[in-house]
């Protein structure tokens, strides 16, 4: 079952006489329980795709169905209501609050929730988000007194936290060191096996081959959608230590 369709998805920038084609004719199905990943060279249009799927910008042309519902036909009121419900945002830089503690951080999409929690609903719901990314200790840390790789979990928990039915990721290793980054990548492909829908961009392919699937843009199309067997951290792991020992021998050592 699909969670989100896109169907001849074109999508143009205009000032004054000049037009840029950032889409030219996108068709992309995203199946409920895949993880993915958008990789493409810098001005290959994957950012414009992600702020569509996003519900951030609006296509120039053709359909986005998400759950079955034409995006195109909400309001700006229910757009809003899926970004807060249906969706989950990570980012290459965080966005967290600096003066504010990690619960508080993630709580921060339950203040605009319709669901009208009381605070200790919203404590309960934020514990646990932080408790699934493994940072229950940190609760009442700042972000400065975190590592980059806490705050992207907490910034992982806040994306959680009102259960979206697709996370969309934003380059989330961009700011983290090799090994921060595989910690990363572990804790997605756990969310992945417990049932939720993962949607990347990234322009690394040793990042990408942590997905099941890898869909390549450039100039504005999908020049090649593969499915492939992703590997696990502690193979990555495995590579890259191999690698080291075989520099350090090259090198004398």
Known sequence: MSVLKLQNITKTYRSGSLAVDALR?????IERGEFTSIMGASGSGKSTMMNILGCLDQPTEGVYLLNDEDVSKFKKERLAEVRNRTLGFVFQNFHLLPRTTALENVELP?????????????????????EIVGLADRADHT???????????????????SEPKLLLADEPTGNLDSRTSLEIMDLFQELNRNGLTILMVTHEPEIARFTGRIVTLRDGLIRSDKTIEPRSAEQALSEWEDEED???????Y
Do not use: C, F, T
């Not at 004719?25 to 199905?29: K, P, T, V």
């Open 143 to 161: 972000p400065n007194e975190l590592s980059g790789g806490q705050q992207q979990r907490v910034a992982i928990a806040r994306a959680l936290v």
């Open 25 to 29: 004719g996108i068709d992309l199905d």
């Open 246 to 252: 075989i520099e350090l021998i090259n090198e004398g």
């Open 110 to 130: 339950l203040l605009y929730s319709k669901e009208n929690l009381s605070w200790k609903e919203m404590h309960q719901k934020a514990k646990k988000a932080l």
